[in-house]
Each structure stands twice: as structure tokens, then as C-alpha cells.
């Protein structure tokens, strides 16, 4: 592969706002919830990259056939691959397709079958276009998927930031992120975080139920949280992270008294004994991306509420990693069910696309 821009490349990045950037020189398109992928084509040669460098190619290969139908054959395409159902994207379809077996791999191709959706153009023939204005490189991506066959999109944009809001509002049932906003005039920054991305946020009270340990083996790396469902189940809901390291060693304290005899009465008490691969909604089990990535947890008694603010919730879990914002000890764990979480109804895709270029 002989490319203006040759792979790998670490894509650009966004910070995270609260608010709905504005400005005369701001473009904004919906944030896709997918897997982050940077195509690169070279005659018959197609690899797709992820963040991460890791190649999602042979994950993909029904990507592959509709890519080499959809790109000029020479180009560098910046994008996501996504999964979309009549209720909106599935990132959980999505993780299933990183499998090592190749066979099963072909089965969900033709069963959950990927599409891409494209927001920026790094390289176009012997042309390297990262240090053009983002204006021309969509200019030219425009150009490119004008007849892009089915399930190979070109991203909506819009410059105002009225129309970006209602995205913002009415297409999270469809199970995006939020939106992006990228100055016209920037060029390609590879790794910097130089556009802006704004996130849907909620707040949950939450059972804690155990923990898992830093890497560093000195502190608490992550919180696992439980919902009661309307049976009286608690079930995993997700996990709350991220803590600074003198935060990480305060939670080690804090949470001491609540290890002693924590498996008595837990409602895990079966999984935690069994140390069995994860199924429904428990904790644990192995990571299709970070193979290897070590899941195991602590239990500790579940009489602790913790307030966690979400982005937004997927198969009753919550899509990220939450964010501790306080203890509730005027909270019963008894009160955390799901009934607390706003349910957004799911929007239509197409509604989106049509509205391209508004």
C-alpha cells in the first residue's frame, strides 16, 4: 500500500463541551455511536484502521466489498462503522462482531451487516488533503459519495447550530452520542483534541455492589453499580470510573467496612462463587476488545447509594462508563430501580440523512 497518507493514523480528536458551540465558522454533524475507523484504499488494497490501531478488516469484510464499490481507488477516508436496526444503532451487535473465529464471523456479517458512515477525506489520489481546511475536504468528500451504494452514508452537516440542537434532541432515541462541532478552517490534526463534541448527561441513584481494583494494584479503578428491576432483581447497570489517584485511595477506605462478610446475602453471591463468563446483566466476563483485560471483581454489601451521571442507557446498561458525583446516604439501596432513568423513544435514521447539507 503506497499512499499520500499511509496508515496508521491516529484520528483527530474532540473535547467534551456542555454547551452547543457557536460561531461564523463552525460546522456540526450528529456524533455516531460506532466504532471509529479510517479506511485506506490503494487500488485493490483496503485495510480499515480503528483508534487503536488495531485492523478491524477481517471483522468487517462485508465492509470491505461495499467500500471497494463506494471509494475512488486511490483515497484515505476518516468515519465509523456502525449497525443500524429499526430502533436505531446497536453498539452491543456491534461488539459481538469482534470475534476470532472466522466462521462466525461470516455469520454475522450476513446477519447484523455493518454500514459506514464517512465525515472526512485525509487523502484523494496522490493528493495528501490534511492540511486543507475541513470546507474542502468535505467539499470533496461530498463529491466522492454522491452514489455511494446502500449502507455506505456521507455524515450530515449542517453550519446552524439551531438545526444542530434539535439533532441533539430528537435522534438520541436513535442511539446517538450527541454532535460534533469542528471549525470549517481546521486542518487534519492527527491525535489532538481540536474539535468539540457534546455528550447527552443524566444522573442515577445507584446500589454499589462491589468494585475492581486499579491497574496499579494501589487503589479502586472502578465501581460496579446495580438497578432493581420490577421482579426486585438487582442487576449490573454499568460500572463508574475514571477517579483521580488520591480519589482511588480514599474509595479503598471508604468502602472497607462494606467488604466484611459481603457474600453472605449478595445478590451476586452465585456468580461471584462460580466465576462464570458473564450472562444477562452480571459483572464480568471476558473483553472483545481488551483481550486479556482482567474483569474480576469484589463484592461489598449492597447498602451504599452512589449518584452517577450517565450519557445514556442501551439494553439496561448504561452505554459508557459513569461518573461518581456523590454518596447518597440519604438514599435506600431498596429505591435505586430503573425506573429512574429517562426512556427516549427511538427516532428514524433516514429522518437524519434526508436533512444532509441543511
Known sequence: MDLP?????????????????????????????????????????????????????????E??????????????????????????????????RLHPAA??????????????????????????????????????????????????????????????????????????????????????EQDRRVMWKVKHERTADCVVA???????????????????????????VGVASGFAAKRRTELVTELAPLRENALERHPWRDWAEAHAEAGGRMPGGGSRWAVGKDLSWEPVRTELVAEVRYEHVQGGRFRHGGRLVRFRPDRTPESCTYAQLDEVPPAELASLFSEAGT
Open 5 to 61: 497518507v499511509q496508515p496508521p493514523v491516529k484520528p483527530m480528536l474532540a473535547t467534551l463541551v456542555r454547551e452547543m458551540p457557536r460561531g461564523p465558522q463552525l460546522a456540526y454533524e450528529p456524533k455516531w455511536d460506532g466504532f471509529r475507523c479510517v479506511v485506506f484504499r490503494d487500488g485493490d488494497e483496503i485495510e480499515l484502521g480503528s483508534r487503536n490501531d488495531r485492523p478491524l478488516t477481517r471483522y468487517f469484510p
Open 210 to 236: 462491589g468494585f475492581r481494583w486499579h491497574k496499579d494494584g494501589e487503589g479502586i479503578g472502578s465501581l460496579l453499580l446495580g438497578l432493581f428491576d420490577e421482579q426486585g432483581v438487582l442487576n449490573h
Open 103 to 188: 466462521s462466525r464471523v461470516k455469520k454475522l456479517a450476513g446477519e447484523t451487516p455493518a454500514s459506514f458512515v464517512a465525515f472526512d477525506l485525509l487523502a484523494l489520489g496522490d493528493d495528501d488533503l490534511t492540511s486543507e481546511p475541513f470546507s474542502r475536504r468535505r467539499e470533496l468528500l461530498e463529491g466522492i459519495l454522491g452514489t455511494a451504494p446502500a449502507r455506505v452514508h456521507l455524515t450530515p452537516l449542517t453550519t446552524d447550530p439551531g438545526v444542530a440542537s434539535d439533532w441533539f434532541t430528537r435522534f438520541e432515541g436513535a442511539g446517538f452520542d450527541g454532535v460534533m462541532a469542528k471549525p470549517t478552517d481546521l486542518p487534519y
Open 63 to 96: 465492509l470491505v466489498e461495499l467500500l471497494a464499490e463506494a471509494l475512488p481507488r486511490r483515497c484515505v477516508v476518516d468515519g465509523e462503522v456502525v449497525i443500524v436496526t429499526e430502533g436505531g444503532l446497536d453498539f452491543g451487535a456491534l461488539q459481538l
